[in-house]
């Protein structure tokens, strides 16, 4: 089983600012198989970036996604207040389990 | 517009058994491999199980292997999870996910049901 490690835990930051969030996996994953989600407090998650790279209809061109192998990375270039919220990334290979990093924090500073 | 309603969900003692339902609206449920994705109060989300558009493929987490079992009905529009032997553990919102025809992701997902496992 491929384990997401996510960090940090919480990041502290003020809108405006650029924030950047890490996903580390503990075996290669292929980059079509890397997933970013949105989730805010209350709400189901939402789709942010798939294929490590790509992002989704209707999402910000704010937010971006990169990295292969093992580390990736999604950026948000500059906060907006609705950005606020626990962001995911998953691994969705060719076999189950589809695994969720443990989620980090994005609050206001 | 698509979307996706759970429910089912509710109060159950250890032990019992629950079947969830996700209704499908907006697209044609056979063309879409589903899951069911859990996440316990205040914690990470955790993929439960997945099905495929015919039935024909199905998957478990190893934390409910033999204990849940996932089916569909097409000509219903609906998902469903059966859970029997509950365990505290299992206490979580329920949502289910649509698979994407277009890249490796769930693109869409429903609002949640939630399942207690208490005395």
């Known amino acids: 089983e491929i384990v997401l490690t996510q960090s940090p835990g919480t990041l502290s930051l003020s809108p405006g600012e650029r924030a950047t969030l890490s996903c580390r996996a503990s075996?290669?994953?292929?980059?079509?198989?890397l997933i970013w989600y949105q989730q805010k407090r209350g709400q189901a998650p939402r789709l942010l970036i798939y294929?490590?790279?790509s992002r989704a209809s209707g999402i910000p061109d704010r937010f971006s996604g990169s990295g292969s192998g093992t580390d990736f990375t999604l950026t948000i270039s500059r906060l907006e207040p609705e950005d606020f919220a626990v962001y995911y990334c998953?691994?969705?290979?060719?076999?189950?389990?589809?695994?969720f990093g443990q989620g980090t924090k994005l609050e206001i500073k | 517009e698509v979307q996706l309603e759970e429910s089912g969900g509710g109060l159950v003692q250890p032990g019992g058994s629950l079947r969830l339902s996700c209704v499908a609206s907006?697209?044609?449920?056979?063309?879409?491999?589903m899951n069911w994705v859990r996440q316990a109060p205040g914690k990470g989300l955790e993929w439960v199980s997945y099905?495929?558009?015919?039935?024909?493929?199905?998957y478990y987490a190893d934390s409910v292997k033999g204990r849940f079992t996932i089916s569909r009905d097409n000509a219903k529009n609906s998902l469903f999870l059966q859970m029997n032997s509950l365990r505290a553990e299992d206490t979580a919102v329920y949502y289910c996910?649509?698979?994407?025809?277009?890249?490796?992701?769930?693109?869409?997902w429903g609002q949640g049901t939630l399942v207690t496992v208490s005395s």
């Open positions: 996910a649509r698979d994407s025809n277009w890249g490796w992701c769930f693109d869409y």
């Open positions: 907006g697209f044609t449920l056979s063309s879409y491999s």
């Open positions: 099905i495929s558009g015919s039935s024909s493929t199905k």
């Open positions: 075996q290669s994953v292929s980059s079509s198989y």
């Open positions: 294929g490590a790279s």
């Open positions: 998953q691994q969705y290979g060719s076999s189950p389990p589809y695994t």
